[in-house]
C-alpha cells in the first residue's frame, strides 16, 4: 500500500473490507436458518431435499430420526448443521449406493454399509458439541451432529 | 484420518448463544471507551526498565548453560521419541501420538505455557541444542548482519507454512506427515542457524517466535541490562521492540484462527469451500490472512496520518497492541481443544509405539471425556477471551500513542479502534456459529 495514497479511496476499501467481513456473517446466518439443503450439488434429485430446516428431522418420544441419502457421491437429506437436544435419543439412518461405513465422531460410533440397504445408529446424545458424521472410506462429511 | 479442523480432534464447540455475543461486544466496546476516554490520559504503564527485579538464583538458574542444556535436552529426547512414533507407532491417527502432540499439546500448549512461565521455547528450544553441537563442524556464520535486518519476517514465513499443514493440508493428521514434518523443520532451522548464527532462532523458528510473542503478555521481563523482573504484563507488552516483521507474525496468527474458525462454519463448508480440498483451504487461508493484514494496515497507518506521525512505521510499532486480540482469539478457539481432545496425548503417551501389554503410566486404557468441560464453561471462556483481548489491545494501543506524542487527541485513534473492534465482533461471530 502506497504512503501517499488518497486519504478517500481508502477509507472506501476500509469499508467494502469491512462489508466483506460483516456480509460473510449475514451469509452464515442464512445458511444456519436453511441447513438442511442438498450439501452437493452433483447429488441426484430423485429425493428431493425436504425443508425440514433446523426444525428437528422428526422428533417425538421415542427421540429424533435423522435420515440421510447417498447417491453418487452426493449426499440428500437431513445434511448441513442437526440440532440435537442434549440428551436425546438420535436415531441415524445412512443409505449409500455404495458400500462404505458411517462414523460418528466423538461419540465413536460406526456401522458398516451394504449397497441399498439402510444402516442405522441410535445412541443417546449426552456429549455436547459439534460432531461431523462422515463416511469412513470415501471421507464423505454427511452432516454435522450438533448437540446442546 | 479425520477432516475436522485444527489438525487433529473430535468434536468443534458449539456456537456461543446470541445473547452471549451481544453482550460480549457491546461489554468490550463499553469499557475500553471507558478506559480510554475517561481514566487513561498520561502514559501509565512502565517501559523497558519497570519492574521489581527477581531474586539473583532465580536468574542465575535462567541464564545458566547448564540448566539451558539439560532441559534443551529433555525438549529434544521427547522430540526424537515423538518422530519415532510417528514412524513405528500405529499409523492410524487415532491411536498415534505424534499427531495429537504435535498439533495440540505442543503447538497450543506453547500458548497458556508462554503465558504462564515466559519464553519458555526459547530456553527449552531443542534445535538450539543441534545447532550448538553442529557448530564446531562448519565453517563461521557468513551472513550474520544481514539477519537483522530481516526481523521477524523469517519466522512468519515459517508460521504460515505450520500453519497451512495444521489447517489445510488434507494428511495433516497422518502420522507420517507429522514425521516427515518434524524432521525437514529441524533440518531446515538447524541448517538456517548454521548460516546465520545462533541469532536465527529468535528471528526464524516459528515457534519459538510465537512463544517470545506471547509471553510478552506473562508477567515476566527482561530489563534492558538483562536483568529478569516481574512486572505488569500490560508493561511488558509496551516493552516488545517494533522490529520488522511483528506486525506481520501478530497478523498471521490472527489470520489463521479466523480461518480456522470460518472453515467450520456451514457457510464455508457448503460455498466457497465445499470441495473440501487444497486449493480451496490455502485460498481461503491466504484470503484471511490477507484480510486481517489489510484492516491492521489500513487502521493503523489512518491513525499514524491523523496524528502526524510518519506512516510507514506505524503497522509495526502498534503490532504488539494486537497481540492480546491475537492470544483472545487463540485461547477462544483452542481452549476446549487442549482440555477435552488434548487428554489424547497423555492416553497415547503410556505406549507410544503401540506395542501389546504396555503400559507406562497406567493411562493407555482411559478414554477421552469430552465432557470434562461443560458448553456452558467454554462459551463463558470464549466470550471472556476475545473481550478481555480486545479491551487489552485497545488500551495498549492507546497507551503507544500517548507514548508517541504526549498530547495525542483520543480521536486520532479512531481508525486502529475501529479495526479492533471489527476483529472483535468477527471473532465472536465466527464463534457465534453459522
Not at chain 1, 65 to 87: F, H, K, L, N, Y
Not at chain 2, 257 to 282: E, I, K, M
Not at chain 2, 337 to 366: E, M
Not at chain 2, 391 to 416: C, K, M, Y
Request: aromatic share 8%; glycine share 10%; net charge neutral.
Amino acid at each position: 500500500m502506497s504512503s501517499r495514497s488518497a486519504r478517500l479511496p481508502a477509507a472506501l476499501a476500509g469499508i467494502a473490507l469491512a462489508a466483506t467481513l460483516t456480509g460473510c456473517a449475514g451469509t452464515d446466518a442464512d445458511a444456519t436458518a436453511a441447513s438442511s439443503s442438498p450439501s452437493s450439488p452433483s447429488s441426484s434429485s430423485a429425493t428431493s431435499p425436504a425443508p425440514s430446516s433446523s426444525a428437528p428431522a422428526s422428533a417425538s418420544a421415542a427421540g429424533q430420526r435423522i435420515e440421510v441419502t447417498v447417491t453418487g457421491g452426493g449426499v440428500s437429506g437431513d445434511t448441513g448443521r442437526v440440532p440435537v437436544a442434549a440428551g436425546e435419543q438420535v436415531t441415524l439412518v445412512v443409505t449409500s449406493d455404495t458400500a462404505d461405513e458411517v462414523h460418528v465422531h466423538g461419540y465413536d460410533l460406526g456401522v458398516p454399509l451394504t449397497p441399498g440397504q439402510p444402516g442405522e445408529i441410535t445412541f443417546a446424545a449426552t456429549i455436547p458439541g459439534v460432531f461431523e458424521v462422515e463416511l469412513h472410506e470415501s471421507h464423505t462429511v454427511l452432516l454435522s451432529l450438533q448437540v446442546g | 484420518m479425520t477432516l475436522l479442523a485444527h489438525g487433529v480432534g473430535s468434536r468443534t464447540d458449539l456456537p456461543i448463544p446470541l445473547g452471549l455475543a451481544l453482550y460480549g461486544a457491546g461489554a468490550a466496546i463499553l469499557i475500553s471507551f471507558v478506559v480510554l476516554l475517561l481514566f487513561w490520559r498520561t502514559p501509565k504503564l512502565g517501559g523497558a526498565d519497570s519492574g521489581r527485579p527477581l531474586p539473583d538464583a532465580v536468574q542465575r538458574a535462567a541464564d545458566s548453560r547448564a540448566v539451558r542444556t539439560v532441559l534443551q535436552a529433555l525438549a529434544l529426547a521427547v522430540a526424537v521419541l515423538v518422530t519415532a512414533a510417528a514412524f513405528a507407532g500405529p499409523q492410524e491417527t487415532a491411536r498415534n501420538l505424534a499427531p495429537w502432540a504435535l498439533h495440540v499439546t505442543f503447538w497450543v500448549g506453547l500458548v497458556p505455557a508462554s503465558l504462564l512461565l515466559g519464553p519458555v521455547w526459547r530456553v527449552v528450544n531443542p534445535l538450539r541444542l543441534l545447532h550448538r553441537a553442529l557448530r564446531p563442524l562448519v565453517p563461521a556464520p557468513v551472513a550474520a548482519a544481514r539477519l537483522r535486518s530481516l526481523g521477524l519476517w523469517p519466522a512468519a514465513g515459517f508460521l504460515v507454512v505450520f500453519l497451512w499443514l495444521e489447517l489445510v493440508y488434507p494428511g495433516r493428521a497422518e502420522p507420517t506427515t507429522v514425521a516427515v514434518f518434524l524432521l525437514g523443520y529441524a533440518v531446515v532451522q538447524v541448517g538456517l542457524a548454521l548460516r546465520f548464527g545462533a541469532e536465527w532462532f529468535a528471528a526464524g523458528d516459528g515457534f519459538e517466535v510465537y512463544s517470545t510473542l506471547i509471553a510478552r503478555l506473562s508477567p515476566w521481563g527482561r530489563r534492558e541490562d538483562g536483568r529478569l523482573v516481574l512486572r505488569n504484563p500490560l508493561a511488558n507488552a509496551t516493552a516488545t521492540p517494533a522490529v520488522p516483521g511483528l506486525a506481520a507474525v501478530v497478523v498471521v496468527l490472527l489470520g489463521s484462527t479466523a480461518f480456522d474458525g470460518l472453515s467450520r462454519t456451514v457457510f464455508w463448508q457448503t460455498g466457497p469451500g465445499a470441495a473440501n480440498d487444497t486449493f480451496s483451504g490455502t485460498v481461503g487461508l491466504v484470503a484471511c490472512i490477507a484480510l486481517v493484514a489489510a484492516l491492521y494496515v489500513l487502521g493503523a497507518r489512518l491513525s499514524g496520518r491523523l496524528a502526524g506521525q510518519p506512516e510507514a512505521v506505524q503497522p509495526r510499532r502498534y503490532a504488539a497492541t494486537v497481540i492480546p486480540i491475537a492470544l483472545g482469539y487463540t485461547v477462544a478457539h483452542y481452549f476446549s481443544l487442549l482440555a477435552l481432545d488434548g487428554q489424547t496425548t497423555w492416553i497415547l503417551a503410556s505406549n507410544p509405539f503401540g506395542l501389546a501389554g504396555v503400559d507406562l503410566f497406567g493411562t493407555y486404557g482411559n478414554e477421552v471425556d469430552l465432557t470434562a468441560v461443560s458448553s456452558d464453561a467454554i462459551a463463558l471462556v470464549q466470550v471472556g477471551a476475545v473481550v478481555l483481548g480486545h479491551v487489552l489491545g485497545v488500551t495498549l494501543a492507546h497507551e503507544r500513542a500517548l507514548l508517541s506524542a504526549r498530547r495525542a487527541r483520543a480521536s486520532d485513534q479512531l481508525p486502529l479502534v475501529v479495526v479492533m473492534v471489527l476483529f472483535t465482533v468477527g471473532g465472536l461471530g465466527l464463534l457465534f456459529g453459522f
